[in-house]
């Protein structure tokens, strides 16, 4: 599976912002997907995470009311809807779909898209 993350850019604290991931060489519907994010100079962190099925889905603390994943499967894309950004969510996004089953944990994931920039002004 190769995945392609786009969506980022700058925006200012309190914007929204919708990043996609779209895949090739599989369907995405038979994967988890998950969104981690690594912010200048910190490890990679998990955001939010649905399950294969849609049915489970998974946030960090840090992002619970503010961002939503979903997938669309006539796409083969995921998204990740950003509200109410803060300048804390400044990071290089990365998307990523596990075969198995959806977790918090990197190691979970077996495939990775190249991440994509945003940067939240105050």
């Known amino acids: 599976v190769q995945l392609q993350a786009c969506g980022g850019g700058l925006v200012q604290a309190g914007d929204s912002l919708r990043l996609s991931c779209a895949a090739s060489?599989?369907?995405?519907?038979?994967?988890?997907m998950g969104w981690f994010r690594q912010a200048p100079g910190k490890e990679r962190e998990f955001v939010i995470g649905?399950?294969?099925?849609?049915?489970?889905?998974y946030y960090a603390d840090s992002v619970k009311g503010r961002f939503t994943i979903s997938r669309d499967g006539a796409k083969n894309t995921v998204y990740l809807q950003m509200n109410s950004l803060k300048p804390e969510d400044t990071a290089v996004y990365y998307c990523?779909?596990?075969?198995?089953?959806?977790?918090?944990?990197?190691?979970?994931?077996?495939?990775w898209g190249q991440g994509t920039l945003v940067t939240v002004s105050s």
């Open positions: 990523a779909a596990s075969r198995y089953r959806l977790g918090r944990s990197s190691s979970n994931y077996d495939y």
């Open positions: 649905i399950s294969w099925s849609g049915s489970s889905t």
């Open positions: 060489g599989r369907t995405l519907s038979n994967y988890a």
